[in-house]
Nanobody, 121 residues
Framework: QVQLVESGGGLVQAGGSLRLSCAAS????????MGWYRQVPGKQRELVAT???????NVADSVKGRFTISRDNAKNTVYLQMNSLKPEDTAVYYC???????????????WGQGTQVTVSS
């Protein structure tokens, strides 16, 4: 069974920093794009940043210049460094990864359970 486990969320003051981590574990035979999304109550989940297997990043305009996505392929882990946090960054942050469990098989998206980030003003 494959799972994504997030960590690093919490409460921080505006202007502060947090680093989220998401580790994939289980019977994994390949990971393509990994990414972070966020959601606040009553709104749709939105993309924050994604990164391909060879390190090409895509970052939402709302966080560009403040958030950095990276990954360690040897550890099947993706990170989100969040600096200069604003109250509007408050949300549940979800990790996502396209993974396969057999060589030659299809890649399927998998979601983590989410981690709360709260930025106080």
């Amino acid at each position: 069974q494959v799972q994504l486990v997030e960590s690093g969320g919490g409460l921080v003051q505006a202007g502060g920093s947090l680093r989220l981590s998401c580790a994939a574990s289980g019977s994994i035979r390949g990971i393509n794009t990994m990414g972070w999304y966020r959601q606040v109550p009553g709104k749709q989940r939105e993309l924050v940043a994604t990164i391909t297997g060879n390190g090409i990043a895509n970052v939402a305009d709302s966080v560009k210049g403040r958030f950095t996505i990276s990954r360690d392929n040897a550890k099947n882990t993706v990170y989100l460094q969040m600096n200069s946090l604003k109250p509007e960054d408050t949300a549940v942050y979800y990790c996502n990864a396209d993974m396969r469990t057999s060589y030659g098989g299809s890649y399927w998206p998998k979601w983590g359970q989410g981690t709360q980030v709260t930025v106080s003003s």
